[in-house]
């Protein structure tokens, strides 16, 4: 079964930038047909697609976040990972992987906690 994993600081301060790591086993991140999405949810709101990197290493963002999101992946380790720079609190959230196919994600990691706070 595909297993993913969030991974990387749960305090972040403000200005600086916000990095994540998801480590996917059961399944390699160069299958032809998937991609690999970042996805949050700030507390009392609903879950909000952030971006992904397709199979082939493609990536695509939510305009409202894209000039702050990279996206990136190292497939000798499986894994991709998430950059948001200039963080506010206003991005503390809990932070999520999954994999996605063309109807849904279908596969997705546990959630980290990532707050901003100085």
């Known amino acids: 079964q595909v297993q993913l994993q969030e991974s990387g600081p749960g305090l972040v301060k403000p200005s600086q930038t916000l990095s994540l790591t998801c480590t996917v086993s059961g399944g390699s991140i160069t299958t032809s047909g998937y991609a690999w999405s970042w996805i949050r949810q700030p507390p009392g709101k609903g879950l909000e697609w952030m971006g992904v990197?397709?199979?082939?290493?493609?990536?695509y963002y939510s305009p409202s976040l894209k000039s702050r999101t990279s996206i990136s992946r190292d497939t000798s380790k499986n894994q991709f990972s998430l950059q948001l720079s200039s963080v506010t609190p206003k991005d503390t959230a809990v932070y999520y992987c999954?994999?996605?196919?063309?109807?849904?994600?279908?596969?997705w990691g546990q959630g980290t906690q990532v707050t901003v706070s100085s």
């Open positions: 999954a994999r996605r196919n063309y109807y849904s994600c279908e596969y």
């Open positions: 990197i397709t199979y082939d290493g493609s990536t």
